[in-house]
């Protein structure tokens, strides 16, 4: 396992009127924040508010291209991001106690944050289709390039982890300064992490480390 510092490259926030930070999305455009009493679309330059709809948002945030999903307590909403309608509802896995929430390969992938485990579920029904397994608390998650990771946070120690998707292994591990968390995480596909910086009410973004050639043959 390749263990690296987290290299911090700008900070967003602290966010007008927002509880807290846990989940974060991206739209292409906007980081989408779970704020509280709200879910607000930042730019990702100046961390300016740039639309708030007025939803409960504390937890996992995900978008699938149209549509933004929220973890609510013991439930998953899908929301329409023009006007914050909840389109449809479904069961979080193992009720309450969620954390992450990621859209990838059509399904929603959810950090179960005292588990200590991430589970792919049906984004239709919220059926369990498989659980992977991890040695700390689980708070966000993200895919990028074929590769999971999620962010921790015991001990006052916080990391985002990359993972084998087959068997939880941890291959990668970018350790953030201490009492710094990642509470919510998500990837802007490129060089960019955006890490949810619970009660500091900020985002943290943070360098994707490059990949050579090399390393991506043998991914494959």
């Known amino acids: 396992m390749q263990v690296l510092k987290a290299e911090i490259l700008d900070e967003l926030g602290p966010i007008p009127g927002a509880e807290s930070v846990g989940g974060v999305t991206w739209d292409g455009h906007n980081v989408w924040v779970a704020s509280g009493g709200h879910l607000d679309a930042l730019d990702a330059a100046s ?10 948002a504390h937890a996992g945030t995900a978008f699938d291209g149209r549509n933004l999903f929220q973890i609510v307590k013991d439930r998953i909403h899908k929301i329409k991001p023009e006007n914050g309608a909840v389109l449809a509802t479904i069961p979080a896995p193992n ?6 929430l990621a859209w990838a390969e059509g399904s929603l992938w959810v950090g179960e944050y005292k588990g200590r485990r991430i589970h792919q579920i049906d984004p239709a029904t919220g059926a369990v289709q498989r659980t992977i397994e991890s040695d700390r ?3 966000g998650v993200t895919w990028v390039d074929g590769e999971l990771w999620h962010g921790t946070w015991e001990n006052e ?9 087959a068997s939880g292994e941890v291959l990668e591990q970018l350790d953030m300064p201490a009492s710094t968390i990642v509470a919510g995480l998500e990837s802007d596909g490129g060089e960019r992490f955006f890490c949810g910086g ?9 360098r994707r480390p490059r990949r050579s050639p090399l390393d991506k043959r043998h991914q494959e």
């Open 198 to 206: 619970g009660d500091s009410r900020k985002v943290r973004v943070v």
């Open 157 to 165: 120690q916080s990391e985002i982890r990359r993972i084998d998707p």
């Open 137 to 139: 608390f689980v708070t």
């Open 95 to 100: 009720g309450e106690g969620n954390s992450g």
């Open 47 to 56: 961390g300016s508010v740039q639309r708030s709809l007025d939803v409960a």
